[in-house]
């Protein structure tokens, strides 16, 4: 069975919140690299936030950068097909690993991704589709900002989305 899209097919995507600590962007193969370390620097901590307990993921052992890219990929072939939405969360202002090509190495071409500080899940519920189930981390040394990130995403969906009944587990 063909997955069906999540939402209307003539429904503009709307532009992801941007706020003085953070800032929201489509979750790209562009992310791998800052993606991986963030995530793994913070297993216990994502585990331990609400909406991810008793969950499969982040697996503890971590995951080789093969396998996390090809999880990426999945998330943005998601996205443009419209059955799920992943955002990385940004840290505004570019962060500590935000760079030109020079600082890049001075490869022409190459942009050095942004500083990764969490990600956000946006998907229909498995049981009940029309559910939109909404899941949120943050690294554990940026976890103030999981409060106000929850806060900035529910007011987003909510005035912008055209989805009825969303779970977002309470911070």
């Known amino acids: 069975m063909a997955e069906r899209a999540f939402v209307p097919d003539d429904f503009v995507i709307p532009s992801p919140p941007s706020t003085p600590s953070f800032r929201l962007e489509p979750l790209a193969a562009r992310h791998n690299e800052a993606?991986?370390?963030a995530w793994t620097s913070?297993?216990?901590h994502i585990r331990a936030t609400p909406g991810f307990a008793g969950r499969h993921w982040p697996p503890p052992e971590g995951m080789a950068p093969a396998d996390n890219l090809r999880d990426l990929v999945k998330h943005a072939?998601?996205?443009t097909r419209r059955v799920g939405f992943t955002y990385?969360?940004?840290?505004?202002?570019g962060g500590e690993n935000a760079g030109s090509a020079e600082d890049a190495g001075g490869v022409e071409g190459v942009e050095k991704v942004e500083d990764v500080i969490g990600c956000v899940y946006i998907y229909p519920d498995r049981d009940d589709p029309s559910i939109t189930t909404v899941r949120s981390w943050v690294r554990a040394d940026r976890?103030?900002?999981d409060a106000p990130l929850h806060s900035e995403v529910s007011a987003w969906l909510a005035a912008r989305w055209p989805?009825?009944?969303?779970?977002y587990a309470a911070r």
């Open 35 to 37: 993606d991986l370390a």
């Open 42 to 44: 913070s297993i216990d």
């Open 77 to 79: 072939d998601d996205f």
């Open 88 to 93: 990385t969360v940004l840290a505004a202002g």
């Open 143 to 145: 976890a103030d900002l």
């Open 163 to 167: 989805f009825e009944h969303v779970v």
